[in-house]
């Protein structure tokens, strides 16, 4: 087999580092397609097959293909040539990112994956570098599909931004680290977290306790986003000096917030009215993040969502973005996937 030293363009990239050769089996009774790919420094490539070879295994399981390691070469076969394109798409851009000396985190392997089959075309080096300093270099946060970068830069650029979609998206995650982050860096001096409390169809009043006891385990999903991105002892400092204020949608009204950052959970519960209240309680300095999945509508059947409204009706402007992701862009257990897109499939028959 004649291999060839390779600087082949993906995505418009000019990479070299490594050795590569393609060839088309004729017998039928074998894998139709094979490529091979000799990687030129060991310790890199090591790297980037990871423990016990975990990260070729992925590759294996994802893609259907068959992989062979041979030191630093590889042979990978399949039946079809998409799969082994999406397999060296993905080793190539990994590798060259390894070489340019960031480390090789656990789930890099399978978040390289999962946004090369939503876009062939996608930077992997782009989307990596796009990191979210919560606190510290040690603990950061970084986009894991196309949408959720594109919801970063949306975040960035716009003062209000609309992200929709299913569950396991990172849509409140990401809003919670980019406040953080805007908070640590002095771009806002408040941050401001509130969703509705009073879900349709759920009564509270059995509950015991005052009124912020009794909607306490509605806010909880936002105080467990900031415990993970904050020191818990920090939190609570913050909480108590009112530097971080974390209430329900109802106790927005009548309010003018300025120079904070403002986000709206679970949005697709919200009536017109109070989408249109929240939307006019930006104050000057202000930024606004909305998140809903309209998927997941608990509103009683006479009641349009304030999240479908408000898409509607802002769609028209320039200085509003909005994000739309879709069940590629979940990140959590892989069955969480299947479900989401099942259930998308069920709504749409």
């Given at each position: 087999?004649?291999?060839?030293?390779?600087?082949?363009?993906?995505?418009?990239?000019?990479?070299?580092?490594?050795?590569?050769?393609?060839?088309?089996?004729?017998?039928?009774?074998?894998?139709?397609?094979?490529?091979?790919?000799?990687?030129?420094?060991?310790?890199?490539?090591?790297?980037?097959?990871?423990?016990?070879?975990?990260?070729?295994?992925?590759?294996?399981?994802?893609?259907?293909?068959?992989?062979?390691?041979?030191?630093?070469?590889?042979?990978?076969?399949?039946?079809?040539?998409?799969?082994?394109h999406t397999a060296c798409n993905c080793l190539v851009q990994l590798y060259d990112i390894l070489r340019s000396g960031r480390s090789f985190f656990e789930k890099d392997m399978e978040d390289a994956l999962r946004i090369l089959l939503q876009d062939p075309g996608a930077d992997l080096k782009q989307i990596f570098a796009d990191t979210v300093f919560a606190v510290s270099p040690k603990k950061t946060v970084a986009p894991k599909s196309v949408n959720q970068r594109k919801y970063l830069q949306k975040i960035r650029e716009k003062e209000l931004v609309f992200g929709i979609g299913p569950?396991?998206?990172?849509?409140?995650?990401?809003?919670?680290?980019?406040?953080?982050?805007?908070?640590?860096?002095?771009?806002?001096?408040?941050?401001?977290?509130?969703?509705?409390?009073?879900?349709?169809?759920?009564?509270?009043?059995?509950?015991?306790?005052?009124?912020?006891?009794?909607?306490?385990?509605?806010?909880?999903?936002?105080?467990?986003?900031?415990?993970?991105?904050?020191?818990?002892?920090?939190?609570?400092?913050?909480?108590?000096?009112?530097?971080?204020?974390?209430?329900?949608?109802?106790?927005?009204?009548?309010?003018?917030?300025?120079?904070?950052?403002?986000?709206?959970?679970?949005?697709?519960n919200t009536t017109p009215e109070q989408m249109k209240m929240f939307l006019t309680r930006m104050g000057q300095g202000s930024k606004a993040l909305i998140t809903g999945d309209i998927t997941q509508i608990d509103l009683p059947g006479s009641v349009k969502s304030g999240l479908l409204q408000a898409k509607e009706v802002l769609s028209g402007i320039e200085d509003v973005g909005f994000v739309h992701f879709q069940h590629p862009d979940v990140v959590r257990h892989d069955l969480v996937v299947k479900i989401v897109q099942a259930y998308e499939e069920y709504a749409q028959k």
């Open positions: 087999m004649n291999i060839e030293y390779w600087k082949m363009e993906i995505a418009g990239r000019t990479i070299p580092g490594f050795h590569f050769s393609k060839h088309e089996r004729m017998n039928s009774t074998q894998p139709r397609f094979e490529k091979e790919i000799e990687f030129q420094e060991s310790s890199v490539a090591r790297e980037l097959f990871g423990p016990q070879e975990k990260n070729i295994d992925l590759l294996r399981d994802k893609l259907g293909i068959i992989v062979h390691v041979r030191g630093n070469k590889l042979n990978l076969l399949a039946d079809e040539e998409g799969p082994l569950a396991g998206t990172g849509k409140t995650y990401l809003a919670v680290a980019m406040a953080v982050s805007f908070l640590l860096q002095g771009k806002v001096r408040k941050l401001i977290l509130t969703r509705p409390a009073l879900e349709a169809g759920e009564k509270l009043g059995f509950l015991p306790g005052d009124i912020l006891e009794k909607i306490d385990p509605y806010l909880r999903p936002l105080y467990d986003a900031l415990y993970e991105m904050l020191d818990f002892k920090k939190v609570q400092e913050m909480i108590q000096t009112g530097v971080i204020e974390i209430a329900p949608l109802a106790f927005m009204r009548g309010r003018t917030l300025n120079r904070a950052f403002i986000i709206l959970d679970e949005a697709q």
